[in-house]
């Protein structure tokens, strides 16, 4: 009886076990994973998903790429910009003039030059060039002197070969002084030409 | 009544002399042989505040007749009145006319001024006359301007010619840096005021006589003429209007009869050239084409001729020419920069100013005589001479280093006035219109 009582849940466990065992060879009708059959199902919405995952991650790099090529462009416009400022503050430099003259010296023909090649640098650069004055002749007459500087300056560009649309003048006589002072070295300062980007 | 003589006296001042280019000898005239004695008792008032008529009236009166010239200003607390019994007490201080005022408050609230003057000499023998007797209205705060009226007047009654007193000057001040506006102030220095508020560059002011304005500004960038069409008008674009010249414009000066603006245009040589533009039209002519500077036109008051400064014989002189660019000849030959040649009214005097040493110096040329007078022997520079329209005055700016201040001064340089305590000033222009 003992043994009995032993045997039934071995012969339980036996029977499942070759029912186990048995059904092993041929699982292939049953197929049990039905639920990811029925998932899978839909297949052509799939491939969409992935193909929009794909599409969203090649437009996020694309982006991203744009975004750093943009970043890229800017930093080097930003680049091109401070060195063009720059290059224009190294050679925009003022040229002087000896009293009631409007003759080039010959110590500023090199300053001319750099402005030249600067403008030939920069194909789309535009300058005006004012000519002033000191404060010691009269109102009147340093405006058409500053207005003869202005455009010796100009001719002696052109003559280097910038084109003239590229230069334009203005004369201010000695109405805007570039410093105070009222000595030599102050009315130095003040009769020249100033060169400023438009 | 004394005849008023002005009476030139030439008299060589060793000093001055040394100071002066040679052969331009210094003149001092305007020296008047005698001047009018005028009592101006206080005015009797009724119905106006006593303090107002003594600031604004009886002292506007008093500095105006002074500084008119020919009168000497008799300031005595005596009788006044057209009691002849009072007029010995007046002849005794030197009185020649007496000036009796009265304010009073008219109908309609209008401020009432009575003149009366008195010829109080001719009254010793038994001959008094009434010199004149005028009666003068305005509104509130008028006063001033009545003033001036009365004082004009009485200058017209002695001399002939109308006075100045109501006149003002046109300037230009510095009020930032790089900004420049147009201002005016009274002949006596009062009522000053902007003209312009460009916040821009706005130099070079002429007056026509009918009162319209030209002037160069910078507020568009470039120097244009602007100024006004009609009196009292709005402030439009003069010149340039269609084509884009290729040099700028500057230093508009109006013709006599206001139709024409002398202006300078430059050209693409950086040259500039005396143009005269019609101002109903808007055609341009040139007067002058040569390869240098030419600038500072000022008319003739027949407006057949032009004064302007030109650099064509080397460094700046004065020369004239016909308002078609004919028959230039140079003017002034006396020192190595000369400019901003200023016509009389009359026509027979040219003021301009002379560098030396450094420093500008007024010097009046009489193309009568054919020779040049130095009216300033100051150590300040003094620039931009433009007359007063009765000639007795020019007013010119002067000063040291940036602090150019407003002057007037006789032709003899004896009575220099500083006009206005104001700095940075520059480039004044006197005129009769209001």
Excluded at chain 2, 293 to 314: K, V
């Amino acid at each position: 009886m003992r043994f009995a009582k032993n045997l039934i849940p071995l012969a339980v466990l036996i029977t499942l076990g070759v029912g186990v065992a048995c059904k092993k060879p041929a699982p292939a009708p049953v197929e049990p994973p039905k639920p990811v059959e029925t998932v899978a199902a839909p297949a052509p919405d799939n491939s969409d998903a992935l193909k929009r995952e794909a599409e969203e991650a090649a437009r996020r790099k694309a982006e991203a790429e744009a975004e750093a090529a943009r970043k890229a462009a800017a930093a080097a416009e930003m680049a091109r910009l401070a060195k063009f400022k720059n290059d224009a503050e190294a050679a925009l430099k003022d040229i002087n003039f000896d009293f009631d003259k409007s003759d080039i010296r010959e110590m500023d023909k090199a300053k001319l030059q750099a402005i030249a090649d600067f403008l030939k640098a920069n194909a789309d650069a535009k300058i005006q060039i004012a000519g002033n004055c000191d404060e010691r002749g009269t109102v009147e007459y340093n405006l058409a002197l500053g207005e003869r500087r202005a455009h010796a300056a100009q001719n002696y560009l052109t003559g280097l070969g910038v084109a003239e649309a590229r230069l334009s003048s203005i004369s201010y006589g000695k109405e805007k002084p570039k410093v105070q002072g009222h000595d030599e070295e102050s009315w130095l300062i003040n009769r020249n030409c100033q060169f400023t980007l438009q | 009544m004394k005849k008023w003589v002005l009476g030139l006296l030439f008299i060589l001042a060793p000093l001055l002399q040394a100071q002066s280019p040679p052969s331009q000898e210094v003149v001092l005239s305007a020296q008047a042989g005698s001047k009018l004695g005028i009592a101006l008792p206080h005015p009797k008032v009724t119905g106006v505040a006593e303090a107002t008529v003594s600031t604004e009236f009886h002292a506007v009166l008093g500095k105006d007749l002074e500084e008119a010239g020919p009168f000497s200003v008799i300031q005595k607390n005596l009788p006044a009145g057209t009691d002849p019994s009072t007029y010995q007490a007046w002849v005794e201080t030197g009185t020649e006319w007496l000036l009796t005022t009265g304010v009073s408050r008219g109908a309609g609230g209008d401020v009432e001024v009575m003149i009366q003057v008195v010829d109080v000499m001719a009254s010793q023998s038994k001959n008094a006359k009434a010199v004149m007797s005028k009666r003068y209205t305005g509104k509130e705060g008028a006063l001033r301007r009545i003033a001036h009226k009365i004082s004009d007047d009485l200058m017209a009654r002695l001399t002939g010619e109308q006075g100045v007193a109501s006149s003002r000057v046109v300037f230009v001040k510095e009020t930032g840096r790089g900004i420049k506006e147009l201002y005016q102030v009274d002949r006596d220095g009062a009522n000053a005021f902007p003209l312009t508020a460009y916040k821009s560059l706005t130099i070079s002011p002429t007056v026509a006589a009918d009162g319209r304005m030209a002037y160069v500004t910078y507020k568009g960038g470039a120097p244009e003429i602007w100024g006004q069409r009609v009196p009292g008008g709005p402030q439009v674009k003069l010149y340039p209007l269609s084509s884009k010249p290729e040099g700028h414009c500057f230093c508009p000066s109006w013709s006599p009869d206001g139709r024409r603006l002398a202006l300078v245009q430059g050209d693409r040589r950086g040259n500039t050239d005396i143009v005269v533009l019609d101002v109903a039209s808007g055609r341009v002519r040139r007067l002058t084409d040569s390869n240098c500077i030419n600038t500072d036109p000022s008319w003739n008051p027949a407006g057949n001729q032009l004064a302007f400064t030109s650099d064509r014989e080397g460094g700046p002189q004065v020369f004239l020419m016909g308002d078609d660019g004919s028959n230039v000849r140079r003017l002034t030959h006396e020192g190595t920069y000369n400019g901003s040649p200023a016509w009389s009214p009359s026509g027979s005097m040219i003021a301009y100013v002379s560098r030396f040493e450094g420093k500008f110096d007024l010097f009046v040329y009489k193309l009568g005589e054919g020779k040049s007078y130095q009216i300033t022997t100051g150590l300040a520079s003094s620039e931009s001479p433009s007359w007063s329209p009765d000639e007795r005055r020019i007013v010119f700016t002067s000063g040291s280093r940036g602090g150019m201040q407003l002057y007037t001064t006789d032709l003899s340089g004896n009575t220099l006035r500083k006009l206005i305590n104001m700095d940075a000033c520059q480039s004044p222009k006197w005129t009769r219109s209001r």
